[in-house]
């Protein structure tokens, strides 16, 4: 015998738009209506069982036993960061409708005048924080659902922690109350809010005053802050980025960073990805630190280690760059191995024929394919009232993998 139907029925901003005809018919039959107390509160003459919205596997199991004309109340569109994700995950698809309503989102949106379908919607209510900034720093609008620990202050400290300031911040708070309330401010600006648990934050980014666009890649090698122009030179790079065969959301280490040419530019290639730039000469990290601010890197997180130090806490990568070894090759090649996903790659920069000898041989000898590509730049350089072509010294660009290159 076939069960009821499970209707998921979203309520709207109070006092805004309410519940359609077919919605309030639905409730109206329901021998049982579930939902957090301020929804069951909306129907006070309702005639059957009001059970309060608690524990999700407890209802769980009540909805797989009963037979009963069931109605569940959520907040706005049940599909929508709400409760339709569980039910749909653990019930058959053909026992649930859904009747959606304004989001707390859409209502948000209008009430600032900003459209709003351009923008990534992202939830820490109830889940950790880390991977909602990663996406947030990639975003150019984002509307963030928060909760009591993940406040709009916590989530400002983080983008604050990594270069990520530059955004018109606003957080909508009690939404439909009486109470509700509309605060236009910045990044720096979040810290300083108590606002109500009730809140959404909107970020919309505005680049600041001061900061240049830049290319995506091929940044002039002067722009970057470096010692006796020790960088990646620009042609290098552009090859060594070539062959990493980057991806939007990826995860690189970038290993020697240096200046931080390369993670720089691959986090522009990235936008959704994360680029892990490892570095320990306190003379680089000056460097880099200051690139990072000056380009505005903020999918690329500074690692004050040595490798193989220093990686332990960071997520597996699809990609390595190795710029610079300290004489550790054979012990960081022996260590990225055990790390690197099944189809990633590895790039490596020599400038030197033993480093070659060694990379090609310590790379062959974990079981990888190896491919050198041999780099010979020469750029032109006023003499007099003639050109002439100067000559770098070559540089051998390693690629290797699993599968081959």
Known sequence: MSQQKIYLVGAGIKGWEGFGARALEIIAKSEVLIGAQRHLDIFPDFGGEKRVLGDLSI????????????????????????????????????????????????????????????????SVHGRGMKNAIDKIIAAEKVAVLTDEKNTPAAIAGELIKRGAEGYIAWVCEDLGLPTEKFTKTDVRGLVELRPSALNILILIKAWEPTLETWPVMG????????????????????????????????VLWDIGAGSGSISIEAGNLMPNGKVFALEKNPQYLTFIKENL??????????????????IDDLPDPDRIFIGGSGGMLEDIIDAVDKRLKPDGRIVLNAVTLDTLIKAVEFLEDHGYGVGVCCINVANTRALTEYKMFESHNPVYVITAGKGGV
Not at 62 to 86: E, T, V, Y
Not at 100 to 122: C, G, H, M
């Open 293 to 310: 601010k000056k380009f505005g890197a903020r999918n690329v997180m500074l690692i004050e280690a040595c490798a193989p130090e220093g």
């Open 219 to 250: 940044i002039e090698d002067d722009q970057f802050a470096t010692a006796k122009k020790l960088i990646t030179k620009q042609e290098v790079r552009a090859v060594t980025l070539a062959k990493l065969q980057l991806q939007n959301d990826l």
């Open 59 to 122: 209802m769980l199991e009540f909805l797989k036993c009963s037979n009963k004309r069931i109605a569940i109340l959520a907040s706005g569109d049940p599909n929508f960061f709400g409760i339709a994700r569980f039910i749909l995950r653990n019930l058959p698809k053909d026992r649930i409708e859904i009747f959606p309503n304004v989001t707390s989102v859409q209502y948000a949106f209008a009430r600032i005048k900003e459209p709003w379908d351009d923008a990534l919607f992202v």
